[in-house]
């Protein structure tokens, strides 16, 4: 008996516990491959070989146990850096191994790289978040000619694309010039959901590297003020990023205490990464309190943190379509478990900040009745372009950030407006889908045309292929405005449903303006004799020359046939009077039998 009572006595106590436990989903793993162009174009548009810091910073900055790996490809792909959990191990190896990015390489393979780098990824898989960063300056450049390299390329779109998809790889592409094959790169990233980003330069490159970095992983961060920023108990490690101007004096820190932290402070506990641009900073088990960077202010610094108390956000997509609203959510965990302590929750406060180039609109992040879960709709202030989404959470002991960039795109279609020379002032709309962002089997498009005096018709378009829709509108009023609006319902790749309303067109009936100054000419000459005749005296002037001429040259050509006609007529005259004179000379002459 009394052994049963020690084996039931803890159910029953777990049984009594009021306290509720949630545990958050598991975090996916990152895996991040990233792959480099080393061709020989590369000596132009990158000469001082700024790929190498830009890769060291990424490095740098990858989190422990995520998977990554650096390929470099020219004609042939090297493995430069094995595809590897990451640990100190492996960054160590990465940095040693990033003075090997150069510019010596003949042609550019893009299609073995992207092979060669993801050949281990065969189906999807939810327990990684599956990225590719791709650097490239140019074009497919295969040495056996033109006709391979077009092929090539084709088959990029045709097989490896949906096989990315398939594996849920997202390709984030960077080119590196002007004469990029921009059209493949940003093929690539809008039908993965990954990001295409332009490099004007070489120097941009560590910035765009943290980016995509950012979007690749999720990292917890900690807001920065004036370069300042204040770090809780619960962290375990930080890692300070910060940015300085070419070859300048490094960064120190200011810790809590007021002691000053320097490059020759390194240790084991002090991992200090010191670049040409920037400064890498990783410190095991900081002081608690506030900390100062000493460095210019910029907005790419960041610090990353590595701690308990961790906070979860909806994951948004890369790219979004300008209409799309989304239920966001956050939730801070503590050793993976979600906190619904109401005690704590409620001295939390969230933000949530949507920023466009500067432009900065914050969102109130609501706690739910379920007291663990803050949400807020996002989506009814964007505009076409980037997007900055900066979650942040506060206590009075606690500060944890995190963001994420989108980009906005205006509209999924393409839409073509003609008005087609009849009296029924007809004007046809074609639409077209981009189908790297909706569906098009998915797709019905709804149109309402409005007057000025508010007057509505709705109508259906009609789909005349697989991708193309079209409406026929007849009798609009002449010079009068009219406004159509288009209405889509459909499905993403991702499988998102949507309702989208693109900004209306303005349909003008123009060609009853050209009938109409026609018109009003020639209502001005009849309402106005003096400019009436003065046309009439012109038209008679230009007219004159050409009528003169025709009446010579038809009284040249009666000339002509009058003397013809008299000389045929002399010619006959002359034959009949030999005919009368020679039966004349006939009948007067005697024939010698008459005589006798």
């Given amino acids: 008996m009394l052994k049963f009572i020690k084996l039931i006595l803890p159910v029953v106590l777990l049984c009594l516990l009021p306290q509720r436990q949630i545990w958050a989903a598991d975090e996916p793993v990152s895996d991040v491959r990233v792959v480099v162009d080393i061709s020989g174009s590369m000596k132009k548009n990158d000469p001082n070989n700024l790929r190498a810091p830009a890769v060291r910073m990424l490095v740098g900055l990858m989190p422990e146990e995520a998977r990554t790996g650096v390929w470099t490809f020219a004609k042939m792909v090297n493995m430069l850096v094995p595809w590897k959990p990451v640990n100190d191990d492996w960054r160590q190896t990465a940095i040693e191994k990033s003075s090997q990015i150069h510019s010596l390489g003949l042609f550019t393979d893009i299609e073995q790289a992207l092979k060669k780098a993801t050949a281990n990824q065969k189906h999807a898989n939810p327990k990684f978040r599956r990225s590719m960063i791709l650097l490239s300056d140019g074009f497919i450049d295969l040495q056996a000619g033109n006709t391979a390299t077009q092929k090539s390329r084709q088959r990029i779109l045709d097989e490896l694309v949906p096989k990315l998809k398939k594996t849920q790889i997202a390709v984030h592409t960077i080119a590196l010039s002007e004469n990029a094959d921009h059209e493949l790169l940003k093929a690539l990233s809008m039908a993965t959901d990954g990001w295409y980003q332009r490099a004007d330069n070489a120097e941009d490159l560590q910035r765009i590297f943290l980016h995509l970095f950012e979007k690749a992983t999720q990292r917890d961060t900690v807001p920065l003020a004036d370069n300042q920023f204040s770090i809780d108990d619960s962290v375990t490690e930080m890692t300070v990023l910060a940015f300085r101007q070419k070859d300048t004096a490094a960064t120190t820190l200011t810790l809590p205490d007021g002691s000053r932290m320097t490059q020759s402070d390194r240790s084991d506990a002090i991992r200090w990464q010191h670049d040409s641009s920037y400064d890498l900073i990783t410190i095991d088990n900081p002081a608690t309190g506030q900390w100062q960077i000493n460095a210019e202010l910029d907005p790419d610094n960041r610090v990353m943190v590595v701690t308990d108390m961790q906070l979860e956000t909806t994951d948004l997509p890369n790219n979004v379509l300008l209409g799309e609203k989304f239920d966001f959510e956050a939730t801070l965990t503590e050793k993976g478990e979600v906190i619904t302590r109401d005690g704590f929750l409620k001295l939390v406060d969230g933000t949530l900040e949507q920023d466009k180039q500067g432009e900065g609109k914050s969102l109130a992040l609501l706690r739910q009745p379920d007291k663990s879960k803050y949400r807020a709709t996002l989506g009814n202030t964007f505009s076409d372009g980037r997007h900055d989404v900066i979650v942040t959470m506060k206590s009075a002991t606690f500060e944890r950030q995190r963001r994420q960039t989108i980009n906005v795109i205006a509209a999924p279609i393409n839409v073509e407006v003609e008005?087609?020379?009849?009296?029924?002032?007809?004007?046809?709309?074609?639409?077209?889908?981009?189908?790297?962002?909706?569906?098009?089997?998915?797709?019905?498009?709804?149109?309402?045309?409005?007057?000025?005096?508010?007057?509505?018709?709705?109508?259906?378009?009609?789909?005349?292929?697989?991708?193309?829709?079209?409406?026929?509108?007849?009798?609009?009023?002449?010079?009068?405005?009219?406004?159509?609006?288009?209405?889509?319902?459909?499905?993403?790749?991702?499988?998102?449903?949507?309702?989208?309303?693109?900004?209306?067109?303005?349909?003008?009936?123009?060609?009853?303006?050209?009938?109409?100054?026609?018109?009003?000419?020639?209502?001005?000459?009849?309402?106005?004799?003096?400019?009436?005749?003065?046309?009439?005296?012109?038209?008679e002037k230009l007219i004159e020359p050409e009528t003169e001429q025709n009446i010579i040259e038809q009284n040249q050509a009666m000339s002509d046939?009058?003397?013809?006609?008299?000389?045929?007529?002399?010619?006959?005259?002359?034959?009949?009077?030999?005919?009368?004179?020679?039966?004349?000379?006939?009948?007067?002459?005697?024939?010698?039998?008459?005589?006798?």
């Avoid at 009368?580 to 007067?588: L, N």
């Fill in 419 to 539: 008005q087609l020379d009849q009296q029924t002032r007809s004007h046809r709309i074609e639409v077209q889908a981009d189908d790297r962002l909706i569906k098009p089997d998915s797709l019905t498009i709804t149109a309402l045309l409005r007057e000025e005096d508010g007057s509505e018709w709705p109508y259906d378009l009609l789909k005349t292929g697989d991708n193309n829709w079209r409406l026929t509108l007849t009798e609009l009023e002449a010079q009068k405005p009219y406004q159509l609006s288009l209405q889509l319902r459909g499905e993403t790749p991702e499988g998102r449903k949507v309702f989208l309303q693109p900004e209306p067109l303005t349909l003008m009936d123009s060609l009853a303006d050209a009938a109409s100054e026609s018109e009003v000419v020639s209502e001005d000459a009849s309402n106005n004799p003096e400019v009436s005749m003065a046309e009439t005296a012109q038209a």
């Fill in 561 to 596: 046939n009058m003397k013809l006609l008299i000389g045929n007529a002399i010619i006959l005259l002359l034959l009949l009077a030999g005919v009368v004179w020679w039966r004349k000379q006939t009948a007067s002459t005697v024939v010698a039998g008459d005589l006798i």
